[in-house]
Structures are given as C-alpha cells and as structure tokens.
C-alpha cells in the first residue's frame, strides 16, 4: 500500500512541471521526497498502521526504509530519462549546426 502511495506522488511531481522543476532544484531531493511521503501517509492513510510508523526489532523505521528504496529506484529512472532528453536534445542541435554549416 505504502509503495502504492509513493508511486502516485512521484507520478503527480513528474507530471507536473512546477513540482518537477521545484523537486529538481531542491538540495536534497531524497529528503524532501522522504518528508512528503511522511505528510502525506499520515494524513492520507491514518487508519493504516504505516501512519503511526512500524520498526523492526532492531530500531528502524520500516516505513522510512520503503520509501527510501522506491525513491532510489524512481531517481535512477528520472535521471536516466532527463539525461537521454538532454541528449536528444544537443544531438538535434548538432544536426542542425551541422546542416547549415
């Protein structure tokens, strides 16, 4: 379920360009991804368990944990995607430069 809610507040910041161009400019973008989801479960999902945060015997934050992992996973992707559009992007423009030349 918690996996379920990352995922569509990732797919609403990559969607939309002012939280996408805001998350991107952000210093650390992990925390701050970390911090949203904690403000948004509690509120969303306050008659879960994972509202009230769940820890192992040894002290971590089961919760935490999850949403730190699906983020690693999701900025890998949005990196890879920004870098191949980056790229497209300088490859056209050395087409064109080369065209006219």
Do not use: P
């Amino acid at each position: 379920m918690l996996a379920v809610h990352c995922w569509r507040v990732y797919d609403e910041i990559k969607a939309t360009d002012v939280l996408k161009k805001q998350f991107l400019a952000a210093n650390n973008q992990c925390c701050l991804f970390t911090k949203v989801m904690e403000r948004a479960t509690v509120s969303q999902l306050t008659d879960s368990m994972l509202a009230f945060g769940n820890y192992c015997t040894s002290g971590h934050d089961l919760q935490a944990l999850v949403v730190q992992r699906f983020f690693n996973c999701v900025a890998k992707n949005m990196a890879k995607e920004l870098t191949g559009s980056a790229n497209a992007d300088d490859s056209t423009k050395k087409k064109r430069k080369s065209r006219n030349s």
